[in-house]
């Protein structure tokens, strides 16, 4: 009943920016947590940054410096905004949220919910 949508991947050249954005639907009581993973090829899915409901954020040390995350509540939505970008951030990009269900009738719960991914390539 939770649903993310990515979107803003693409091609770039080193040096260039790309902002991804991700939207969360579904019968959300609260959003403890959203973030962003990627998977490059042959490697594991590994943590980009998240930001928390009370604005705290944390980067991988491969990221600090060049990419920023931030939310938008009113829209339960998240962004990447990501610059100086190079051939090793080429990677599947994943949205990730901890949610907390509008409750029924077996009370509330909280879920991992994962986006579809979208691509990120860096090349000239």
């Known amino acids: 009943q939770v649903q993310l949508v990515e979107s803003g991947g693409g091609l770039v050249q080193p040096g260039g920016s790309l902002r991804l954005s991700c939207a969360a639907s579904g019968s959300i009581f609260v959003i403890n947590v959203m973030g962003w993973y990627r998977q490059a090829p042959g490697k594991e899915r590994e943590l980009v940054a998240t930001i928390t409901n009370d604005d705290r954020t944390n980067y991988a040390d491969s990221v600090k410096g060049r990419f920023t995350i931030s939310r938008d509540n009113a829209k339960n939505t998240v962004y990447l905004q990501m610059n100086s970008l190079k051939p090793e951030d080429t990677a599947v990009y994943y949205c990730?949220?901890?949610?907390?269900?509008?409750?029924?009738?077996?009370?509330?719960?909280?879920?991992?919910?994962w986006g579809q991914g979208t691509l990120v390539t860096v090349s000239s």
């Open positions: 990730n949220a901890v949610v907390l269900v509008v409750p029924g009738p077996g009370g509330y719960r909280y879920l991992e919910v």
